[in-house]
């Protein structure tokens, strides 16, 4: 598993999760020297909204860190996962973005409800009145096709597309998935033909069935079928190879710049005021490095990619002028 430790604030240079966890309470200590913390934060658990279904890879992130800060004894009061599914997301991320700026209720969510949804759907919120707390993941997508594909490499499915414009079937289902497939199309000066799916399973039911030509998935499902034998990796959408296909080129490396990525990140409403916003931005990274949640991570082949929240926002200002064509279309 590749791990990622970029959290910054005023204790940036420690690399190791000790050293961070550390670190965190010397800044608390030096936050309360200046006056500025809220000693009596939280006043009652602490919900954290997640807008997807139970079970889903989101969730299981999510909860994975409400264990180990709640293990921790971090906070008086218990974190607790509250799911609250509709909308791609939007619903969940509305009652957040609605409730009290006290830091009580808080969400867990990747960007798609921020940059991508409101570009095809109206919101009942202002995407950008929000307050990111701390990144805590990404995750990597890749191109795959059936083992007994006449594709081994993205060239070939390229140059197969090229002479037969619309030919190639190619499944895609998420706003991540949709970007992936027309940045492709955009790139490499083809015409593919997307098949929309509710999600990686049905869409790789579909590809080892045969009834499709390729699907663009997370790396975390794909590498599985890799090591069973039943999926060729053409390509991985991201600047550098993934862990889990350490083997597999990116598609920058095969001549095509397609990158797609989502984040998970931790965040409340706008004007979250800026104690308990560091307060709970440190117990987030801290249990994001504990070795418990380093071994959830590694099951599910996701990278723990900590970063500040000012981090966030500024990726995603650049997702939006990224996709922003790409939706438009």
Same mark, same amino acid.
């Given at each position: 598993?590749?791990?990622?430790?970029?959290?910054?604030?005023?204790?940036?240079?420690?690399?190791?999760?000790?050293?961070?966890?550390?670190?965190?309470?010397?800044?608390?200590?030096?936050?309360?020297?200046?006056?500025?913390?809220?000693?009596?934060?939280?006043?009652?658990?602490?919900?954290?909204?997640?807008?997807?279904?139970?079970?889903?890879?989101?969730?299981?992130?999510?909860?994975?860190?409400?264990?180990?800060?709640?293990?921790?004894?971090?906070?008086?009061?218990?974190?607790?996962?509250? &799911?609250?599914?509709?909308? &791609?997301?939007?619903?969940?991320?509305?009652?957040?973005?609605?409730?009290?700026?006290?830091?009580?209720?808080?969400?867990?969510?990747?960007?798609?409800?921020?940059?991508?949804?409101?570009?095809?759907?109206?919101?009942?919120?202002?995407?950008?009145?929000?307050?990111?707390?701390?990144?805590?993941?990404?995750?990597?997508?890749?191109?795959?096709?059936?083992?007994?594909?006449?594709?081994?490499?993205?060239?070939?499915?390229?140059?197969?597309?090229?002479?037969?414009?619309?030919?190639?079937?190619?499944?895609?289902?998420?706003?991540?998935?949709?970007?992936?497939?027309?940045?492709?199309?955009?790139?490499?000066?083809?015409?593919?033909?997307?098949?929309?799916?509710?999600?990686?399973?049905?869409?790789?039911?579909?590809?080892?069935?045969?009834?499709?030509?390729?699907?663009?998935?997370?790396?975390?499902?794909?590498?599985?079928?890799?090591?069973?034998?039943?999926?060729?990796?053409?390509?991985?959408?991201?600047?550098?190879?993934?862990?889990?296909?350490?083997?597999?080129?990116?598609?920058?490396?095969?001549?095509?710049?397609?990158?797609?990525?989502? &984040?998970?990140?931790?965040?409340?409403?706008?004007?979250?005021?800026?104690?308990?916003?560091?307060?709970?931005?440190?117990?987030?990274?801290?249990?994001?490095?504990?070795?418990?949640?380093?071994?959830?991570?590694?099951?599910?082949?996701?990278?723990?990619?900590?970063?500040?929240?000012?981090?966030?926002?500024?990726?995603?200002?650049?997702?939006?002028?990224?996709?922003?064509?790409?939706?438009?279309?």
């Amino acid at each position: 598993m590749n791990v990622r430790r970029s959290f910054a604030r005023r204790c940036a240079a420690l690399l190791t999760a000790g050293a961070i966890v550390s670190a965190l309470a010397a800044c608390s200590a030096s936050t309360a020297d200046e006056g500025a913390a809220v000693s009596n934060f939280p006043t009652r658990p602490i919900d954290v909204v997640v807008p997807f279904p139970a079970g889903g890879s989101t969730d299981s992130v999510a909860r994975g860190l409400v264990d180990a800060i709640n293990k921790e004894g971090t906070f008086a009061h218990a974190l607790r996962v509250v &799911n609250r599914e509709g909308g &791609n997301g939007t619903i969940g991320v509305n009652e957040v973005l609605q409730s009290k700026a006290d830091g009580h209720t808080i969400g867990f969510v990747g960007p798609a409800p921020f940059v991508l949804q409101p570009f095809i759907s109206d919101v009942p919120y202002d995407p950008d009145a929000f307050t990111p707390v701390v990144q805590i993941t990404s995750v990597d997508y890749a191109i795959a096709v059936p083992a007994g594909s006449p594709y081994d490499t993205l060239e070939d499915l390229v140059d197969a597309a090229d002479a037969a414009p619309g030919s190639i079937s190619i499944a895609q289902g998420a706003l991540p998935y949709t970007i992936a497939v027309r940045m492709l199309e955009r790139e490499a000066d083809i015409k593919l033909n997307p098949v929309d799916f509710a999600g990686d399973a049905p869409a790789l039911t579909a590809l080892l069935g045969g009834n499709i030509d390729a699907m663009v998935g997370q790396t975390a499902g794909i590498a599985a079928q890799l090591d069973a034998g039943a999926v060729k990796v053409l390509a991985v959408l991201s600047t550098e190879r993934s862990s889990a296909l350490a083997d597999i080129p990116t598609a920058v490396e095969s001549g095509w710049e397609v990158l797609v990525n989502a &984040n998970t990140f931790v965040f409340g409403p706008d004007a979250l005021q800026d104690d308990v916003t560091e307060e709970l931005s440190e117990a987030f990274a801290a249990a994001a490095l504990s070795g418990q949640f380093e071994e959830l991570m590694a099951g599910l082949a996701q990278t723990i990619d900590v970063q500040d929240g000012s981090q966030v926002r500024k990726q995603m200002a650049s997702d939006k002028e990224t996709f922003a064509p790409l939706l438009q279309q």
